[in-house]
């Protein structure tokens, strides 16, 4: 019954039917997306895949949407993957009406899915990979993936993301804050949104300092001025897109970021299966007579041998995402 299920599911999303695409996604978001992968998964790699990530109220959303209507203007049609904070009750999605999105909702060349981030520390969805995966085997052009703004911990975007745009408001206390993160690191475009605030280039000029500290390897991060209600700036910031892309290409680091999106596909798709064993494990048979470290050897030797070494080495400090700047003066040492 399953098999019939999925080939009438395959048949829809064959046909570039929007329900195929949406049910294909729900297929993938109850765990039932293995067969679907694989039967889908020749298909995959030609999408534009762009990240979109910053702290809250930067204006995401606006951006997502000013972008999504600068695609289009050129033919090409477009994915958007919203993942939006989780409901701590039910789980689901807290902002998945998408409000500033409206006006792409009756464009039947714009498919838009909110998911809920479900408590994931990295901004994304656990089956924002897969959504990512089915809207590219689909055949749409450009998916634009927008996380939820939790600062500091939207750092796995760069894996997931073929050109990943971090967006900063001026007059926002965080704005250095956020800089000094590690966002350095993932950024391929800065993005200075609502420009017409008369912080904005005080913020472009904190930037470019940041920047001037750091020798690139490769690509230079750009930076763009943008006001996403009207529309200004975001024509630069679609060039700056386009001229990662031609980068990745030209330079070969295009395969690398394949290799980034597939790592962090099985990555996840690994934990979520041993987050479900361990809460498995955990429940009802916590030994408290044990310490925590005790009781957690205890528990991974259910797993297979267990070496306390790799417990310490995988909590050592660990380099940056990226390696290609580094601090001048500092050789040696990643940014």
Do not use: C
């Not at 300092?209 to 690509?219: A, C, D, I, R, V």
């Amino acid at each position: 019954m399953a098999n019939l299920g999925l080939d009438a599911l395959l048949r829809e999303f064959d046909d570039r039917r929007p329900r195929g695409l949406a049910r294909a996604i729900s297929w993938a978001e109850s765990g039932r997306g293995a067969e679907l992968i694989a039967r889908l998964y020749p298909r995959i790699g030609r999408a534009m895949t762009i990240g979109l990530t910053g702290p809250p109220g930067v204006g995401k959303s606006t951006l997502s949407s000013a972008l999504v209507k600068k695609a289009r203007s050129l033919g090409k049609t477009v994915g958007v993957i919203s993942v939006d904070p989780s409901s701590p009750f039910s789980h689901g999605a807290l902002l998945g009406d998408r409000i500033r999105l409206t006006e792409h909702f009756v464009d039947p060349d714009v498919f838009i899915r909110s998911m809920a981030s479900r408590g994931h520390l990295g901004g994304l969805s656990g089956a924002t990979a897969d959504a990512v995966m089915l809207m590219d085997a689909f055949g749409l052009d450009v998916v634009l993936i927008e996380t939820v703004g939790v600062g500091q911990s939207e750092i796995e975007i760069a894996e997931l993301a073929r050109t990943t745009l971090v967006a900063l408001q001026p007059g926002s206390g965080d704005s250095i804050q956020v800089l000094k993160a590690g966002i350095m690191e993932i950024a391929d475009v800065f993005v200075v949104n609502k420009a017409d605030h008369p912080m904005a280039n005080q913020l472009r000029r904190e930037i470019r300092s940041m920047m001037e500290m750091l020798s690139f390897t490769g690509w230079v991060p750009e930076l763009a001025m943008t006001q996403a209600v009207t529309g200004d700036g975001i024509d630069d910031l679609w060039k700056a897109i386009e001229s990662h892309v031609v980068y990745l290409h030209e330079s070969g680091e295009i395969e690398r970021k394949r290799r980034e999106a597939f790592a962090h596909h099985v990555r996840q798709l690994a934990l979520g299966r041993l987050q479900m064993q361990l809460d498995r494990r955990l429940a009802g048979n916590v030994r408290i007579d044990l310490d925590p470290y005790a009781a957690t050897d205890e528990l991974l030797a259910h797993f297979g041998s267990f070496d306390a070494s790799e417990h310490l080495e995988a909590h050592a400090p660990t380099p940056a995402l990226r390696p290609r700047a580094v601090v001048r003066g500092l050789t040696g040492h990643d940014a």
